[in-house]
């Protein structure tokens, strides 16, 4: 109701601004009030085998593709799976797929394009529930196979008005989508949360360089910034930076990871913001369940209505007092509805007082807030000693020459696992392995300091856009034999 009270008073503003055109909350409303079906959201960028695995896997009925993408031609990976479609009118097919609807400028065999299926008939005003599922989003799938997140229409308003009101947006806020929205972030904290709470959102093209984005900030006068680390650092970075007018920057959100103080520093300080959020949060919480004020770090608060605790991993034992760490649980009405047709994966995903575990490792600090220390999976033992990546790669951001660092554990004979550092140089800087180390010496304890040290331009990253400590591990064992 809140959507359409807001509809009636704004129907004839910008909901959405798309590089070539844009579009009223009103016609938005039209099209969101007839939807019943689920969306999957599927990469992008995803490859033959991928496609396969995400239709077989959702049961997928219509998919809508664009044009071509980077080196992604939709329609000739779709034909690769079915054959048939370049031969006939429409799709004959044995899979639970039998729609392809192309929004491309040019019809193609065994499609129906977006005008066709808009005067195909009369459409029914959807009837749903809260419970009913809204988005399938997959995970990263960065320990085996995707899994299928299916999350409730209430759980993704949940999280667009708790996200609203927690990062103190105002209706009028015009904020840029540069994330990819088949990710939770992209999806629910920016489109869903935008659309939900009538703000206006301006799209930019897919994979948009930095100069693009800072041109799109000051042509549509954008004041709310979402984005990653990454993000940031290459607007910062880029020669249009200080050429361009970008005063009307007020807020942004960084999704949580590994950041130094003096990062964030840098991005209020340079952008002038003023109010810096970090989020942090899951696929299965619908995005970010919890905050963090960039200017002055405390610890993470959860949402209103959720409910954070730390337990021992492995056994669920509740851990009593500060700065013990344990597996971060969360409940809240944004948690998931399950795992698509995985019952055994959805039933270990929680406790038995329905407690979702998270996988990742934290504590409660003395001012009652949450700090995430990172995944249990990544957690280093050397020697017997419990290493979390994190320490150490906070003290290599601290670095004035380090952009990026990832840390993980390799093979060892003696120790079992020893430390690897992975690092991405600022531009213009050169670092040697052997200044990396002795640079962490007197800052870490001895057996924290990492033994490896391998510099890269860039890291492999999972199909939602996360870096691969599994990929960059095999990396390193390949190359290391």
């Not at 970090?278 to 696929?283: A, E, I, K, S, V």
């Not at 021992?312 to 013990?324: H, L, P, Y």
């Not at 952009?403 to 992975?422: N, P, Y």
């Amino acid at each position: 109701m809140r959507f359409q009270e807001h509809v009636k008073r704004t129907h004839t503003r910008k909901s959405i601004h798309l590089p070539c055109a844009g579009i009223s909350f009103y016609t938005l409303e039209l099209s969101a009030k007839h939807r019943i079906y689920p969306i999957v959201a599927m990469n992008s960028g995803a490859y033959q085998d991928e496609v396969v695995y995400a239709l077989e896997k959702t049961g997928t009925e219509a998919i809508i593709i664009g044009d071509v993408f980077k080196y992604m031609d939709y329609y000739q990976t779709i034909c690769e799976v079915f054959p048939e479609l370049k031969t006939k009118k429409a799709l004959d097919s044995k899979r639970t797929l039998k729609h392809i609807i192309s929004i491309s400028t040019d019809k193609k065999p065994g499609t129906f394009t977006f005008r066709e299926l808009q005067s195909s008939g009369p459409v029914l005003d959807a009837q749903m529930k809260p419970d009913d599922p809204a988005v399938i989003i997959q995970s990263s799938g960065s320990t085996g196979e995707p899994k299928s997140v299916v999350l409730s229409h209430g759980n993704v308003v949940s999280a667009a008005y708790q996200s609203f009101s927690t990062m103190r947006l105002r209706h009028s806020n015009i904020v840029l989508a540069s994330l990819p929205l088949y990710h939770s972030f992209g999806y629910l904290c920016v489109e869903a949360n935008n659309t939900l709470n009538g703000l206006t959102t301006v799209f930019t093209s897919a994979s948009p360089k930095p100069s693009e984005i800072i041109e799109m900030i000051e042509r549509h006068r954008v004041t709310t910034l979402h984005g990653t680390p990454t993000t940031f650092f290459d607007i910062l970075c880029c020669p249009d930076f200080g050429q361009r007018n970008l005063s009307c920057v007020e807020n942004a959100t960084i999704g949580a990871t590994t950041l130094h103080p003096s990062v964030i520093e840098n991005v209020i300080n340079k952008l002038h913001l003023k109010e810096l959020m970090l989020g942090y949060g899951l696929t299965e919480t619908s995005g970010a369940c919890s905050y963090a004020d960039g200017k002055a770090f405390r610890g993470y608060a959860p949402f209103p209505g959720t409910k954070f605790r730390i337990a021992k991993a492995n056994n669920d034992v509740i851990v009593d007092g500060s700065g013990i760490q344990g597996e971060l649980q969360i409940r809240g009405p944004t948690l998931f509805l399950e795992y698509l047709n995985d019952e055994k994966k959805t039933r270990e995903a929680f406790t038995d007082d329905g407690w979702f575990r998270t996988g990742d490792l934290g504590y409660l600090n003395k001012h009652g807030l949450f700090e995430i220390c990172g995944r249990t999976s990544d957690l280093i033992i050397k020697g017997g000693v419990n290493i979390f990546p994190v320490e150490v790669e906070k003290v290599l951001l601290e670095h004035p020459a380090i952009a990026e660092a990832h840390v993980l554990g390799v093979f060892d004979e003696r120790f079992g696992e020893e430390i690897c550092a992975w690092i991405k140089l600022r531009p213009d800087t050169w670092l040697s392995a052997g200044s990396v180390i002795r640079y962490c010496a007197g800052k870490l304890q001895n057996i924290k300091i990492p033994k490896h040290v391998v510099f890269a331009s860039g890291f492999p990253r999972t199909n939602v856009g996360k870096v691969s400590k599994k990929l960059l591990r095999e990396a390193f064992e390949k190359h290391s034999v």
